[in-house]
């Protein structure tokens, strides 16, 4: 930063009946290191504006702010245009005479400080009154600083420079925690696109043993997120459900090949086999022990940052899911024979989606049925099967059902 040397000075100035008046000589900066001349460049760029109904003080202060680099000034007499002026050329700091006619500066200072755009510009006040009540209530309307009429052309200089590198500093504070935020922002979306990308492998892992294209998993979460959002789920917990209800079957990795693609009607053993991977895929998603968890930490480290996420809230809602979607409402269903709104809603929505895709799907024991078929198959389970407001959320989105059909169709 520049310093100020007394053995340097230019001539005196006096200005007669302006308001401010000048008896001292004014310093001029010495030579400073590099960095500092650096900064000092920067200060001087910055924009000022002045408010004076006295153009002559306005005068004053811009010649003597331009002996020492300042030059990107803006100025009105005309207290009413002051916040125009102020929105429209966003300065680095704003001088305000405190008694003006029509609008004060006190009151421009008061209507900056409630803008959000504008709040933190800082503003040094101008006022020839130097009495304390005067002072506090110039403070009051939270100044950066104020200065007294006659105006002392160095103390000018030094509160001006004050003001503009304390500003500076905030700037940059403020840039870089922007910065920070989307490094973070940045890196959160990278993270939940590789956990997103890891489920849907996860997912089409199981899928891929009864359905060749997959898609069943993508069609289900997508048929879930759209009944969740007709219910008035947040978007962030549509997404969450979407994601969370692809991985409903991925407990058919433990059903043997000879029950999961057998052709025709399953006998009761095989039944209660595919009953099973309602559990094992909740066991597979749901958390580990603490004991577990340790035992695998100490194993690797990549070991441990893929651990951690068991306790993201998308598997715990995963692992609800993969135990509940077979429950029906009546409580007829598996495994656990929950009915009515013992059933987490998440299970029930995800009911109603994985049967219509069943369905609608071709399956090693029966064709794809007709949609219209499909819809009375649903209709015929309310109640019974389905959670009549979840089936209601179905059908008020059924063209965008059958638009995710179409789009996420099996290819033959």
């Not at 002559?56 to 007499?77: A, D, E, P």
């Not at 407990?251 to 000879?258: P, S, T």
């Amino acid at each position: 930063m520049s310093t100020l040397s007394p053995g340097t000075l230019t001539p005196t100035f006096s200005v007669i009946g302006s308001g401010i008046a000048v008896s001292k000589p004014l310093a001029q900066p010495t030579q400073a290191g590099a960095a500092d001349r650096d900064h000092q460049e920067m200060i001087t760029k910055s924009k000022i504006v002045i408010v004076d109904d006295e153009e002559i003080n306005i005068l004053f202060v811009k010649r003597h702010l331009k002996q020492f680099g300042y030059h990107n000034f803006f100025s009105t007499v005309d207290s009413t245009q002051a916040m125009s002026l102020i929105h429209e050329s966003r300065p680095d700091v704003v001088l305000l005479d405190v008694r003006m006619p029509k609008i004060s500066g006190l009151e421009i200072l008061a209507m900056m400080r409630n803008h959000k755009a504008l709040e933190h510009i800082p503003a040094i006040a101008l006022t020839a009154c130097s009495d304390s009540e005067t002072k506090l209530s110039v403070l009051k309307y939270g100044p950066s600083d104020f200065l007294s009429k006659p105006v002392d052309p160095n103390e000018l200089l030094l509160r001006m420079r004050n003001v503009l590198t304390i500003k500076a500093y905030h700037d940059h504070a403020a840039r870089y925690s922007q910065q920070l935020e989307q490094q973070v922002a940045e890196r959160t979306a990278e993270l939940q696109a590789s956990r997103q990308q890891i489920i849907h492998c996860l997912a089409r892992a199981a899928e891929f043993r009864d359905d060749d294209t997959g898609n069943h998993v993508v069609r289900v979460g997508r048929y879930a997120a759209i009944i969740a959002d007709e219910l008035g789920f947040t978007p962030q917990d549509v997404q969450l459900i979407e994601q969370a209800a692809q991985l409903h079957d991925i407990g058919k990795i433990g059903v043997e090949d000879a029950v999961l693609l057998k052709d025709g009607k399953l006998d009761p053993e095989e039944f209660d086999r595919i009953k099973q991977h309602c559990g094992v895929g909740r066991t597979i998603i749901q958390p580990l022990s603490t004991v577990q968890s340790r035992a695998y930490r100490n194993h690797t480290d990549l070991g441990a940052s893929l651990l951690e996420s068991s306790d993201f809230p998308i598997m715990k809602l995963a692992a609800s899911i993969a135990q509940t979607h077979h429950e029906k409402w009546d409580g007829s269903g598996y495994p656990l024979g929950l009915a009515g709104e013992d059933i987490p809603i998440e299970g029930r929505i995800t009911a109603v989606a994985d049967v219509f895709d069943a369905l609608s799907s071709k399956r090693p024991y029966k064709p794809a049925f007709p949609r219209e078929k499909c819809f009375e198959i649903l209709r015929e389970g309310s109640g019974v099967h389905f959670d009549p407001r979840i089936l209601e959320a179905f059908f008020a989105r059924s063209d965008q059902i059958v638009q995710t059909q179409i789009q996420f169709a099996n290819i033959e």
